[in-house]
């Protein structure tokens, strides 16, 4: 029996009323996300029609999941919501906090070891509040959550960015910050701008070295990094009813590198296969009494261009293997001679030294079955390894089928690296070098969702390529950037030239899954008798104190740095080897803005101090700022805050005191989560207004005391020769919002209507 059963069983059982009632109210056919969001408003049965884009909507999500990294700071933030349980279903899952190096056994071990204060943390908090625990090495979070959780037509929010993954079994599934997540977790509603919708049309069928993986590689050259903002990515037609529940999931996984809210599949034969395999049957069963309300009407899928605010098509029939990189996840290159021009052009390493298989994206058994095809033809052809290969299979369950299945075996006489059930490299944790910011230039390919400068090994000439498991593995093997396995032939150990033949692999396991331990701990009935204990010495973890409000009269504001260019979550809070400070607040905030750019030298971690002249750190710079109780502000480029959802790139500024942040566009996520910090998040009213700030300017917020929805905030920016320029920024804060900025941060709000 699936999880959570009963639960999924009442939200079915509302569903037709709500959708038909929905479908009254707007007045026309619905999309699938319609009606998933329309089903799921915290006022119950939909009353009004609501603005795509514009209104701010209240939503009731049917469960909550949450990584280790983040999860301990959304945990420390609920321990202060005065609740006794969770109010939805939630889970925690350790998956971030182990890192990659000699291989499985050996790296679990070591992360047991350095963080086991942490893991006793999170099982403690989970059994004391009704959370359920996947221990390390039970998998990585959003494959775990779509072997056993996810559920077509559900809505679920999730402390990590790629919580997205479950659209892959038709849920409207989020990405959000832990203060987001605590909302939920206390019974209260969730909210959201109701989004625009994209639609996605796919024709044909995917066949040869062709995958889904290269469906969302041309999605994301097509949309950029920032095409999805503010959107609900819904795909559909006879190429998408074609592909395997995985492969859906691997699509939207990678939505939210175009800034997608979500993205998400009507309910079909290769969903209700998945749910059966992994032994949901009371799941489909349920599903299928609904399905007419699991995707959307005929209507819309027959005319798109009526009911979504965009509409690609993408012909999968006429679409190729595609490398997307380095840098950003949405520069995208043909396999081959096209990779030869750019590579040459731009001096991208040809040389591949790693290929890395797995990660939330690409580790279910589809993906390692299909990688291991084209391993076994490397064995079986006699052609040698010319780079190293990583392996993280996404769960314990994929894990232990693939190994009794001799999935891992062929790998493994591949002298092939099988890394601990986790993220791994994916998220920085590749002990890779001694020392990453020396380390050479180089390029890898990996089946991941990010490659970000550093992002995978810390080593900022490292080009990463994003690829499909089956062409990663193939490129690893030929060690060759522009390798095309459709084309090229490579000389085996007899001398002889040999090709590869199309990947082949089982979209389930033929013999079913099977695992001995998935590393599952339900929490106690009653937690009321079990003490969280947290060390004051420690310097994993630290106990939150509340922000104090930043008040409607900010003056003489000191700008601490203006980012140049991209500045992702990862700049603004680094992981790696920061992950081990992500539940110490004060320790974790010394890595602040570390890896953004400083507009006026180019460089990263060196901005000036205004108070001395001198330069330096820009955390050191920002606590003797703090320490002198002067306010500071951060100015930033387009799609400020893109990237992974962690919410210590809000918390840590706020906690040095930064009080603002003003840029010329925000990342959904980020924006949000600056506003529950009760920070003020601004976008230039003229972009061009970016330009005039300068390294030694003062802000004085001239009409704060006048603080409003959708009435913009007057700046006085003052230059050090003592000249004034005078700007307008925009908000997108409602009232409620307002309120947390009031309160300190969303937190304190909710502590005082607990406390009422």
């Known amino acids: 029996m699936a999880f959570d059963i009963d639960m999924i069983k009442e939200v079915y059982a509302r569903m037709a009323e709500r959708v038909d009632t929905a479908r009254d109210l707007v007045g026309r056919p619905l999309t699938l996300s319609e009606k998933i969001l329309y089903s799921h408003l915290w006022e119950g049965k939909p009353t009004k029609a609501f603005t795509r884009g514009k209104n701010y909507v209240d939503f009731a999500p049917d469960r909550i999941a949450c990584q280790d990294a983040t999860a301990q700071m959304a945990l420390l933030q609920f321990m202060q919501a005065g609740k006794d349980k969770v109010a939805v279903p939630t889970t925690v899952h350790c998956d971030h906090l182990i890192q990659a190096k000699e291989g499985a056994a050996t790296d679990l071990k070591h992360a047991n070891d350095v963080s086991s204060e942490v893991f006793n943390f999170l099982e403690s908090v989970s059994n004391k509040y009704g959370i359920g625990f996947w221990k390390p090495g039970a998998g990585i979070i959003h494959q775990v959550v779509l072997e056993n959780y996810a559920f077509p037509g559900g809505m679920m929010?999730?402390?990590?960015?790629?919580?997205?993954?479950?659209?892959?079994?038709?849920?409207?599934?989020?990405?959000?910050?832990?203060?987001?997540?605590?909302?939920?977790?206390?019974?209260?509603?969730?909210?959201?701008?109701?989004?625009?919708?994209?639609?996605?049309?796919?024709?044909?069928?995917?066949?040869?070295?062709?995958a889904p993986k290269d469906v969302i590689l041309k999605v994301a050259e097509i949309l950029t990094v920032k095409g999805g903002t503010g959107a609900v990515v819904e795909y559909f037609g006879p190429g998408a009813t074609a592909m395997s529940c995985t492969g859906k999931g691997t699509i939207c996984n990678m939505g939210a590198e175009i800034g997608a809210t979500t993205s998400t599949f009507g309910y079909d034969e290769s969903m209700e296969r998945y749910l059966r395999a992994t032994e949901r049957a009371d799941v489909a069963d349920a599903a299928n009494q609904v399905k007419e309300h699991l995707t959307a009407d005929a209507e819309v899928y027959a005319n798109p261009e009526q009911y979504f605010d965009q509409v690609i098509e993408i012909n999968l029939s006429e679409l190729g293997p595609l490398l997307n990189g380095p840098f950003t996840p949405d520069l995208s290159t043909a396999v081959g001679g096209e990779m030869t021009e750019k590579a040459t052009a731009n001096e991208w390493p040809l040389q591949v030294e790693w290929g890395l298989i797995g990660s939330c994206t690409n580790s279910?058994?589809?993906?390692?079955?299909?990688?291991?095809?084209?391993?076994?033809?490397?064995?079986?052809?006699?052609?040698?390894?010319?780079?190293?290969?990583?392996?993280?299979?996404?769960?314990?369950?994929?894990?232990?089928?693939?190994?009794?299945?001799?999935?891992?075996?062929?790998?493994?006489?591949?002298?092939?690296?099988?890394?601990?059930?986790?993220?791994?490299?994916?998220?920085?944790?590749?002990?890779?070098?001694?020392?990453?910011?020396?380390?050479?230039?180089?390029?890898?390919?990996?089946?991941?969702?990010?490659?970000?400068?550093?992002?995978?090994?810390?080593?900022?000439?490292?080009?990463?390529?994003?690829?499909?498991?089956?062409?990663?593995?193939?490129?690893?093997?030929?060690?060759?950037?522009?390798?095309?396995?459709?084309?090229?032939?490579?000389?085996?150990?007899?001398?002889?030239?040999?090709?590869?033949?199309?990947?082949?692999?089982?979209?389930?396991?033929?013999?079913?899954?099977?695992?001995?331990?998935?590393?599952?701990?339900?929490p106690e009935e009653d937690g009321s008798k079990i003490n969280v204990v947290v060390n004051e010495t420690s310097e994993r973890l630290q106990l939150l104190t509340p922000f104090v409000p930043l008040g409607d009269s900010i003056t003489g504001a000191k700008l601490l740095i203006k980012a140049f260019g991209k500045c992702t979550t990862d700049h603004i809070s680094m992981a790696g080897p920061w992950l081990r400070f992500r539940g110490h607040l004060d320790n974790i905030a010394n890595n602040t803005l570390i890896g953004a750019v400083n507009a006026y030298n180019k460089k990263t971690n060196f901005v000036k101090n205004q108070l001395t002249g001198e330069y330096g750190g820009v955390p050191d710079t920002q606590r003797a700022y703090k320490a002198e109780g002067i306010k500071t502000i951060v100015v930033g480029d387009h799609n400020y805050g893109e990237g992974s959802s962690r919410e210590h790139a809000a918390m840590q500024p706020r906690h040095l005191g930064v009080a603002a942040v003003i840029v010329k566009s925000f990342a959904r996520i980020h924006e949000?989560?600056?506003?529950?910090?009760?920070?003020?998040?601004?976008?230039?009213?003229?972009?061009?207004?970016?330009?005039?700030?300068?390294?030694?300017?003062?802000?004085?917020?001239?009409?704060?005391?006048?603080?409003?929805?959708?009435?913009?905030?007057?700046?006085?920016?003052?230059?050090?020769?003592?000249?004034?320029?005078?700007?307008?920024?925009?908000?997108?804060?409602?009232?409620?919002?307002?309120?947390?900025?009031?309160?300190?941060?969303?937190?304190?709000?909710?502590?005082?209507?607990?406390?009422?």
């Open 157 to 210: 929010i999730g402390t990590d960015s790629h919580t997205v993954n479950a659209g892959g079994l038709g849920m409207i599934a989020i990405g959000v910050g832990g203060a987001d997540a605590v909302d939920v977790m206390a019974g209260m509603a969730w909210e959201l701008k109701f989004p625009k919708l994209i639609g996605v049309k796919l024709t044909g069928k995917l066949s040869g070295w062709t």
């Open 364 to 522: 279910s058994y589809e993906d390692l079955s299909r990688a291991s095809s084209i391993a076994q033809q490397a064995l079986d052809k006699g052609i040698k390894m010319k780079a190293e290969l990583g392996i993280n299979p996404g769960s314990e369950q994929v894990r232990y089928t693939a190994e009794r299945d001799g999935i891992l075996e062929v790998f493994e006489n591949l002298d092939a690296r099988i890394f601990t059930n986790a993220c791994g490299p994916c998220i920085g944790q590749w002990a890779r070098y001694n020392d990453p910011k020396n380390a050479p230039k180089n390029s890898i390919v990996h089946s991941f969702n990010r490659n970000f400068a550093k992002r995978a090994d810390g080593n900022p000439n490292t080009h990463a390529f994003v690829a499909s498991p089956e062409l990663t593995a193939a490129i690893a093997i030929a060690g060759r950037l522009d390798f095309n396995p459709l084309t090229d032939s490579l000389i085996n150990e007899e001398g002889q030239e040999v090709m590869f033949d199309e990947p082949t692999g089982w979209e389930l396991p033929p013999k079913g899954f099977d695992v001995k331990d998935n590393g599952y701990l339900a």
């Open 672 to 756: 949000t989560n600056l506003k529950k910090q009760g920070m003020l998040g601004l976008t230039f009213a003229n972009e061009a207004d970016y330009d005039l700030i300068k390294e030694d300017d003062t802000f004085n917020f001239v009409d704060l005391n006048e603080f409003a929805p959708e009435k913009q905030l007057t700046i006085e920016v003052v230059h050090a020769d003592g000249s004034k320029d005078t700007i307008k920024v925009n908000h997108t804060y409602n009232q409620s919002q307002i309120d947390w900025y009031n309160e300190g941060s969303a937190l304190n709000l909710i502590k005082k209507e607990n406390a009422a």
